[in-house]
Each structure stands twice: as C-alpha cells, then as structure tokens.
C-alpha cells in the first residue's frame, strides 16, 4: 500500500511539473505566418518597377522575428521596404503575439521588383516570390509582374547616304546636296520643321521644309539647294541644318567648299598683268627724263 502511494504520489508530482508548460507547447505548436495580397499580378511597362503590397498575419503567443527573403526572375533587382516609410530596406520583421481580443496581429511590407536598367524586358509574366521563415514555421506568397508593353524611345538624327557631311559649290551658282531624317527610335516622331543657319548673302532652300511625321525605323530626304553669292572668296563655309520634331530634334554643320570660276581666275590674271604692265610703262617714262 505504502508503495502505491509513493507512486501515486511521484506521478502527481511529475504531472504538475509538466502541466504549467503545455499549454504554451500547444500554442507554440499551433502558431502559424501567412502572407496575402490584394492583387496577385500587376501589369507594368517593360523597364519600370513593380511594388507589390504584402500583409503578414501571424498567430502565436511569442513574438517572433521573421527572415524575409524575396526572389525574382534572373536580371531583375528585387528587395523589401516596410510599408512606411519606405526609406530603406529590410532583411526580416519582427512579429508580436496579438493584442488581447484578438486573433493575429497583422504588418505589411512592400516587394519592389524592377529589371537592371540596361535590359529591356520582353513582353510576359515574370514570376516574383517572397517567404518569411521563423524557425520551423514558414509561408510564401507567388506574385506575378505582366510586361504588357515596351515604352517607346524618341531619337532623330541628321545624316547623308555616306556619312559624308560635306559638299562643293560654285560661287553664283546653284548646288545641290540631300540629307536624311532619320528615326532611330522604337516610336513615331511628329511635326517635323527644318530650319538652318548660312554665312551671309547666301541662299539656301530645303525641299520640304516641314515633315507630319517619321515612322519609327525609317527616315526622310530632304534636297537643298545652296547658292553661294557670286563674290564668295574661294574656301570653307559652314550651315547648320536643324530639324525640330515634337518627340525629339537634332543639328548637324555641313562644310561647304566654294569653289570660283576659272574664268574669274584668268580675268584677275590679266587685271594684275595689265596693271603691272602699266606701272612698268610709266617707270620707263619717268626713268627717261
């Protein structure tokens, strides 16, 4: 009898040491994170960033701190900012066992994803995950960023069918030269004027003079006509040809060599012969008295 009272006794003992700590094994056991969003896919346009808004409700009776780690698709850069402010950004987040009367307690992060600034991406859906892990308790959230389109790009340039910014005129006469508007962009550019700045005297006409647009990839001639005075001394000039669109604009100088008639050449000859020959005639007069 004295034995199965000893016994009795150290069970009773051994289950009053035990009973203070299970209930918090139960909780401990039942406690769980779990990540949600209102919107589970977001369209952007290739290039821009994407931010997703994250709630992680938690269930426990011990505060936690929880590992954050967000991956998105290869080339992307993605990381987590708290929901305010949003001013640095954050490898975990600690979570408190909620307040009384309630169920969980509820904190929201931000998952920002944007592709390195050199790449483009293409049109599609690209997979972004973010997972909160704290001990042996873990969640995750699948997002989705949708490239729905690529952002059109706006770049106009002036050229020639050569490369060869550079012509010959004659003095007094007319001379033509083309040049190109070229749209090297991925959009169109629109309204189009040329415009341009000569040495004085001298006529330039641009044929045509306004373009309603050029389509992205291709490109514009435009003819000019210059017209150097007949006076113009024999050498280099320069005009700027300007082209101003609504989307984008660019100046190019084009060197013109004039050249003179030969047949000025040979009457300035004979002015300076005629000349020397008379300052010769009366030398010899004078020379003779």
């Given amino acids: 009898m004295k034995k199965r009272l000893l016994a009795f006794g150290i069970l009773m003992v051994c289950l009053m040491t035990l009973l203070p700590l299970s209930p918090i094994l139960a909780q401990d056991g039942d406690a769980t994170i779990e990540l949600t969003a209102d919107y589970y896919k977001l369209e952007i346009v290739s290039g821009a960033s994407v931010d997703f808004t994250v709630r992680l409700e938690y269930t426990g009776t011990e505060a936690r701190v929880f590992d954050l780690v967000a991956t998105g698709p290869t080339d992307w850069s993605t990381f987590i900012t708290p929901s305010y402010p949003r001013d640095r950004q954050i490898l975990d987040i600690r979570m408190e066992p909620p307040a009384e ?21 293409e049109l599609g859906e690209y997979p972004i995950t973010l997972e909160a892990t704290s001990g042996d308790i873990q969640s995750s959230i699948e997002l989705t960023a ?10 106009l ?4 069918s050569d490369g060869i910014l550079s012509t010959t005129a004659q003095a007094g006469e007319e001379n033509y030269f083309t040049i190109a508007v070229v749209n090297s962009g ?14 004085r005297g001298w006529a330039v006409e641009l044929s045509p003079t306004n373009i309603a647009s050029v389509a992205a990839g ?5 003819e000019m006509n210059i ?9 280099d000039y320069e005009i700027i040809v300007r082209a101003s669109g609504t ?7 084009i060197r013109v060599t004039v050249k003179t008639s030969s047949l000025w050449g040979w009457v300035g000859i004979g002015i300076i012969v005629l000349v ?3 300052l010769a005639v009366i030398f010899m007069r004078f020379s003779r008295r």
């Fill in 276 to 278: 020397i020959a008379g």
């Fill in 101 to 121: 009367g309630e169920s969980s307690t509820i904190e929201q992060v931000v998952v920002t994803a944007i592709s390195l600034s050199w790449l483009t991406p």
């Fill in 247 to 253: 989307q984008a604009s660019d100046n190019v100088e």
């Fill in 186 to 199: 991925t959009g169109d550019i629109d309204s189009i004027s040329l415009s341009t700045n000569k040495p």
């Fill in 218 to 222: 291709n490109f514009q001639t435009v």
């Fill in 227 to 235: 017209k150097p005075p007949p006076d113009a001394i024999a050498g």
């Fill in 146 to 155: 949708v490239v729905t389109s690529i952002p059109a790009s706006y770049t």
């Fill in 157 to 160: 340039y002036l050229t020639t």
